[in-house]
């Protein structure tokens, strides 16, 4: 069942999203050679809690971490570990916020340091995408437009489009009704005003095929290439969206 926010629980959103915002800002500046992902892990966790919010991932279907961390070839779920970070990997840092019951879900990639102009261009149109998507949100479009969007730029930009990890519905649960896939369908459901969806586009820089590693969590590419993750929590309105993980 697809749920619309009432004016109170879009503010409690709000503010959720808002500390997601903030704590991604906080694992940003300590993005380095060196650092190990459970160091990052801890940063986020601490800093959710300081600003009275819990982190929506951890325990959430037995998660182990506050926060995912999945470096090259790991398209999602990579649980934070002992491994440090080098120059030159890519990295994506997916992050649950709930205030009060009511969550948010917001990722980014990252490179450290430099890396190749193909590495930079699959994190540069991973994001882009994420916008091209967003930009055909508003009251009466159909969920598909999204995900035509995403696709038609991705194969523009010759990226494989994750096919088997779709964008959702965010609310009292983390994943909710609608899915929200990142490439065409012929679903006919459509956005309303009042409804609040996580938008993600997962691309990789070779091939879509992914596989699930032996640890039940981690999402990697078969061929080894590495991928991309940008995430927003938005509000659907009636002329448009209203992003809740931005500033
Ligand atoms: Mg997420
Ligand atoms: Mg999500």
Redesign the pocket.
């Known amino acids: 069942m697809i749920s619309l926010k009432s004016e109170r629980e879009i503010e409690l959103m709000r503010h959720a999203g808002h500390i997601n915002y903030l704590t991604h800002l906080e694992v940003a500046k300590n993005i380095k050679p060196g650092i190990s992902t459970k160091a990052l892990n801890d940063i986020a966790h601490k800093f959710i809690l300081a600003n009275d919010c819990e982190p929506s991932f951890l325990g959430f279907e037995g998660y182990p971490a506050s926060i995912c961390i999945s470096v090259n070839d790991e398209v999602v779920h990579g649980i934070p570990s002992k491994r440090k970070l080098k120059e030159g990997d890519v990295v994506s840092v997916?992050i649950?916020v709930s205030y009060k019951g009511y969550h948010s879900?917001?990722?980014n990639t990252y490179i450290v340091g430099n890396a190749s102009k193909e590495v930079k261009d699959l994190v540069e149109n991973t994001r882009k995408s994420l916008y091209e998507g967003l930009s055909v949100i508003a009251d009466g479009v159909k969920i598909s437009a999204i995900g035509k969007k995403i696709e038609d730029f991705a194969i523009k930009n010759d990226l494989g489009v994750v096919r088997e990890l779709v964008?959702?519905g965010?609310g009292t649960s983390?994943?909710e009704d609608p899915d929200v896939p990142n490439y065409y369908t012929t679903d006919n459901t459509r956005l309303k005003a009042g409804m609040v969806i996580?938008v993600?586009p997962m691309l990789n820089l070779g091939g879509e095929d992914i596989y699930l590693e032996d640890d039940d969590w981690t999402i990697r590419t078969e061929d080894g290439l590495p991928s991309a993750h940008f995430?927003h929590?938005v509000l659907v309105t009636k002329d448009g969206y209203v992003i809740l993980t931005g500033e």
Request: hydrophobic letters at 30%; glycine letters at 14%.
């Open positions: 997916d649950g879900d917001s990722a964008g959702h965010v983390v994943h996580a993600e995430e929590t």
